[in-house]
C-alpha cells in the first residue's frame, strides 16, 4: 500500500463523524416519534373513557358475528356467484366451514361452506335427521332464540325444521338452498333482519359424534351508524378515528386523515424522502394494510389492544415526505374489553426535522470530508515527492558505484526528512570515500610493490649467482630458490595487472565517441572469434539494416573479447556459443550465450566487480587469474550509460551474459 493509500484511509476515518451524527439524528426522531405517540395514545385513552361514560352502542364482550353490507342484491341459489366481494372476509366455522353474513334494508343472508369428504344424507322431516350431517341454526331476539335443523338428502331447496316452540317476531319457516359436490356442500339462505340481534349456527359430523342439536349463539354486530357520530363528537381535528370489535371488525369510522400542507421549500424531494426511509424511518411499516376500505383489520396493534395492552404504529404516509402514526387502546367497560378504538394522525413534521437535520449533518460531513481528504492529498503528494527525491538521489549514487552525483536534495529541510536526507548524505560522502579509495587501491599497490619486488628479485639472482661461482649451493637448496623465483614472478604478474586495470579505468574515461554501425562491430568481432572456437560452434544473429550509435566502438570490442575469452574458458568442447545483437527502444543489447555450467546464485550479483572470478585455482607455475574481465565489461557499459548482467538460460543448458547499451553523450563545440 503507498503512502498516499494509507493517508486516504487515514481520511475516511473521518467517517465517523456523520454515522455519530446520524445515530444522533436517529436517536432524536425516536424521540420525537415517542413523545407524538405518548399523547395520541393519551387522547386515545380519553375518548375510549368518554365513549363507555356516554353510554356509546358498543358491542358486546366476547365472540361476535360480523355481519356486512351487502355490496350487490344477493340471489339465494345455493352457490358463492354474489358472495365473490365478501368472500375475502369469512369466518370460521368450527373446524371445517366458514361462514358469510350479509344484510340489507330487510333481510339478513347467510352463506355456509362446509367442507368434508364423507356424507350421511337425510332430510330434516326425516327421523334419522339428527343422525345425518346437518347444521343447527339459531335465532335470537332479546333473551329468546329459536332453533332450526337444516339436513338434505340432495341438493336442492330444503325446509328447515324447528326444533324449539314458535316465538314472536321470529320466523316459523325458513327455505334454505342446498348444494354440495365431492368436497362438501353448501347451504344459503336468507331471514328477516327486523328484531334479529343473535346467531349460532353449529354442523354436526356422525363421524366425529358429539350433541346433535347443541348450538352456540353470538351476538350479531355490523357497521354502527349511531356509533360513528358519537365518535364523530369526540374525535380530534385532522386525526382519523375507528372503533372495532376485539376480533378488528369495523363499527365505526369517523375523520380522516389529512397531512398538513409543506411550506414552500418544505416539501422533501424524492432523494430526501428516500434517505428518511433507508436510514432513519427503518421501522415505518408499509401503509397497504391500513388503507385499504375493508371490513376488518387484522394487524398486531389491534390484537394487542385486544389484549388490553396499548399499541402504537409508525406507517408510511399518502403523501410524499409524511408518516402516520396509529394509536389503539381498549374500550373496557366492567373489565371486560368491548372494543378497540385506532386513532391515526399523519404528520410531516418529524420526518420534515429528521430530515433536515440529516441533510445538514450530511452536507456538513461531505464538506469536512473534502477539506480534510484534500488536505492528507496535498500532504500525501509532498511528501511521496520529497521521498522521491531522496529515492531518485540514492538511485543515481548507486548508479555510480556509491558516489554522490551532487548535492544532495533536502538538507536544509528542518523536518524529519531532512534530517533523513542528511543522514544520507554523511553515509554516502562515507561510502563514496571508501569506493574511491578502494579505486586508486590497485593503483597504489602496484606503485608500491614494485621497489620491493625489485629488491627481492635482484637478490635472488645474486644470491643464486653467489652460490654457482663458488659450488656452495646444496642439492636440496635448488629447489626452494625455484620456488622463490615463481613466487616472485607471479607477484609482479599481479602488480602488472593491477596497474593496467588502472590505466583501463582510465583508458575508458577518456575514450573519444563517435557515429559507428554496431552491426559491423559485432560482426568483425565475430569473424575473428571463430578460428579461437576451435571445435566449438559459434552462431552469430545480426540485424539485417545497420543499427548507428554514438559509441567507443574500441571499448565494444574490448568488452565483447574479455565475454568471449570469459565465455570460451567454460564452454565444454564440441559445444556451442551464441553472439546476438538486438536493438532496443533506447538503445541496443549484445547478447552472449555458452553452454556450460549455471551461475551460483550466490554470485549473480558480484560477478562484475573487481578481483572476482569462478574460475579454478592456479596450479604452481601457471599465470593467476584476477577476475578483472568482466569488470572491465561492467566499466565499458556504465560507459555508454547500460548495465551489465549475468543470468542462467531458462533450459538450464548455459550461461548468458547480456550488454546493454545507450550510448555516449555528444561533446558540445
Request: aromatic content about 6%.
Amino acid at each position: 500500500m503507498t503512502l498516499r493509500q494509507k493517508l486516504l484511509l487515514v481520511a475516511l476515518c473521518t467517517l465517523a463523524l456523520p454515522v455519530a451524527g446520524w445515530l444522533y439524528v436517529r436517536q432524536m426522531e425516536t424521540l420525537l416519534r415517542e413523545g407524538q405517540a405518548q399523547a395520541l395514545t393519551a387522547s386515545a385513552r380519553a375518548m375510549a373513557r368518554s365513549l363507555v361514560v356516554t353510554g356509546a352502542p358498543l358491542p358486546p364482550a366476547g365472540p361476535v358475528w360480523y355481519v356486512q353490507d351487502a355490496a350487490n342484491p344477493i340471489t339465494i341459489d345455493g352457490y358463492g356467484d354474489d358472495w365473490a366481494p365478501l368472500t375475502p372476509w369469512s369466518q370460521p366455522l368450527d373446524k371445517r366451514g366458514k361462514l358469510l353474513l350479509a344484510q340489507d334494508a330487510d333481510w339478513l343472508y347467510l352463506y355456509a361452506d362446509i367442507r368434508g369428504a364423507q356424507r350421511t344424507r337425510a332430510d330434516a322431516e326425516d327421523p334419522g335427521a339428527l343422525r345425518a350431517d346437518h347444521l343447527v341454526l339459531s335465532l335470537g331476539k332479546g333473551d329468546q332464540s329459536r332453533r332450526y335443523l337444516l339436513a338434505s338428502a340432495a341438493p336442492g331447496s330444503v325446509t328447515a325444521r324447528p326444533l324449539d316452540p314458535p316465538i314472536d317476531g321470529l320466523p316459523a319457516r325458513i327455505t334454505a338452498q342446498w348444494q354440495e359436490d365431492g368436497s362438501g356442500y353448501r347451504v344459503e339462505l336468507r331471514v328477516p333482519r327486523q328484531g334479529l340481534d343473535s346467531l349460532g349456527l353449529a354442523v354436526f359430523d356422525p363421524t366425529t359424534g358429539g350433541d346433535p342439536q347443541a348450538v352456540q349463539s353470538r351476538p350479531l354486530v355490523a357497521y354502527s351508524k349511531p356509533l360513528s357520530n358519537e365518535l364523530g363528537l369526540l374525535a380530534l381535528d385532522g386525526v382519523q378515528a375507528r372503533v372495532l370489535a376485539p376480533e378488528g371488525w369495523l363499527l365505526a369510522q369517523t375523520g380522516r386523515l389529512s397531512t398538513p400542507a409543506a411550506a414552500p421549500g418544505d416539501q422533501p424531494g424524492w432523494f430526501a424522502a428516500l434517505v428518511y426511509r433507508s436510514l432513519l424511518a427503518n421501522q415505518v411499516d408499509e401503509a397497504e394494510l391500513w388503507t385499504q376500505d375493508v371490513p376488518r383489520l387484522d394487524v398486531t396493534e389491534v390484537h394487542e389492544a385486544s389484549a388490553g395492552k396499548p399499541a402504537t404504529l409508525w406507517r408510511q404516509g399518502e403523501a410524499r415526505g409524511s408518516v402516520v402514526l396509529a394509536a389503539a387502546v381498549p374500550i373496557e367497560s366492567d373489565g371486560k374489553v368491548r372494543g378497540v378504538l385506532l386513532l391515526e394522525q399523519a404528520s410531516r413534521a418529524v420526518p420534515l426535522l429528521a430530515n433536515r437535520a440529516l441533510l445538514g449533518l450530511l452536507l456538513t460531513s461531505f464538506g469536512v470530508l473534502l477539506v480534510a481528504g484534500a488536505i492528507l492529498l496535498v500532504f500525501a503528494t509532498r511528501l511521496s515527492i520529497r521521498l522521491g527525491r531522496l529515492r531518485d538521489a540514492a538511485e543515481r549514487a548507486q548508479l555510480n558505484d556509491g558516489r554522490l552525483d551532487g548535492p544532495f536534495p533536502m538538507t536544509e529541510a528542518e523536518d524529519e526528512i531532512g534530517d533523513l536526507a542528511r543522514s544520507f548524505e554523511r553515509l554516502f560522502e562515507v561510502v563514496g570515500g571508501y569506493t574511491d579509495y578502494l579505486r586508486t587501491l590497485a593503483s597504489k599497490l602496484s606503485h608500491e610493490l614494485n621497489t620491493p619486488l625489485a629488491i627481492v628479485k635482484s637478490s635472488l639472482d645474486n644470491l643464486e649467482h653467489a652460490l654457482q661461482a663458488g659450488d656452495a649451493m646444496p642439492p636440496d637448496a635448488e629447489p626452494y630458490l625455484h620456488r622463490a623465483r615463481d613466487g616472485v614472478a607471479r607477484l609482479g604478474m599481479l602488480v602488472r595487472a593491477m596497474s593496467e586495470a588502472s590505466r583501463m579505468e582510465r583508458a575508458i574515461a577518456a575514450a573519444e565517441p563517435e557515429d559507428v554501425d554496431l552491426v559491423a562491430v559485432v560482426r568483425g568481432c565475430s569473424d575473428a572469434y571463430r578460428p579461437l572456437a576451435g571445435t566449438r560452434r559459434l552462431e552469430t544473429e545480426l540485424p539485417a539494416e545497420p543499427m548507428t550509435m554514438h559509441c567507443a566502438p574500441e571499448l565494444i570490442a574490448q568488452a565483447l573479447d574479455k565475454l568471449f575469452d570469459n565465455a570460451l574458458s567454460f564452454t565444454p568442447e564440441f559445444g556451442w556459443l551464441r553472439l546476438t545483437l538486438r536493438a532496443t527502444g533506447d538503445g541496443a543489447e549484445i547478447e552472449l550465450a555458452n553452454q556450460g555450467p549455471p551461475l551460483p546464485a550466490a554470485m549473480q550479483g558480484r560477478l562484475f566487480d573487481s578481483l572476482v572470478s569462478l574460475r579454478d585455482k592456479a596450479t604452481p607455475g601457471d599465470a593467476p587469474h584476477l577476475g578483472l574481465g568482466l569488470y572491465v565489461v561492467r566499466l565499458v557499459a556504465e560507459r555508454h550509460g547500460g548495465v551489465a548482467m549475468a543470468r542462467n538460460l531458462e533450459d538450464g543448458s548455459g550461461v548468458a551474459f547480456t550488454l546493454v547499451l545507450h550510448g555516449m553523450p555528444r561533446q558540445r563545440l
